[in-house]
């Protein structure tokens, strides 16, 4: 059996979804019009384009209304993941730019201490990061010690029924580091241009 609960009861329960101890729900209209893209951005058939209007709705209501506590929580989450999702596809420079936003208003924030010191350091590789490379290694585990590249720093071919793939990083002395696999697994990878991997050049 369904219960219906009057509607002033919804309205203040919605209001309470959204307002911190002192807050006047005179923003409830408002933030439901912004619990509603979360709906369409959440649903099984959520597009990119759905959750960028909630994530950009989320964005207008707390700089319209700084004050608003659940608001801002939100947004702090939102940022978060989208600093995670950049971290993930390579693009680290525009990750570290959302987690030092979360930092200046919540300096304590751990996953956003941790995602800032992990951006900064794969925005260039070390020889030693380098050298811990194997033959044979997949993408995945290449990733996981040097980050992915940065977009646009792959360069993939097929030929001779095998498909070969490089990756190329910065490096720390200012150089171009490379990877090389065939068919998703390391075969070589060098220093720079001038300087191959010994062990992997083989």
Known sequence: MRVYLPLAVLLALLGGAGCG???????????????????????????SHHKQVYADSVRA???KHPNHGRAREVWQ????????DLAGAGRYQDAIRFYRAVLEHDPADERARRGLAL?????????????????GMTQR?????????????????????????????????????????????????EESSSSRLGRLSS
């Open 21 to 47: 101890a002192g807050e006047q729900p005179d923003h409830q209209a408002e933030w439901r019009d912004v619990l509603r893209h979360k709906q369409a951005a959440v649903a099984p058939d959520a597009t």
């Open 61 to 63: 209501f707390v700089v």
């Open 77 to 84: 989450r939102l940022q978060l993941e989208f600093a995670d």
């Open 119 to 135: 951006s900064a350091d794969r925005l260039a590789v070390t020889r030693e990061k380098l050298l811990t490379l194997a033959k």
């Open 141 to 189: 585990q290449v990733a996981g010690i040097l980050g992915k590249p940065i977009p646009g720093w792959t360069v993939r071919n097929d030929r001779l029924g095998s498909t070969f793939e490089a990756w190329y990083y910065r490096t720390r002395a200012g150089a171009v580091a490379g990877v090389y696999f065939r068919d998703g697994k390391v075969f070589a990878a």
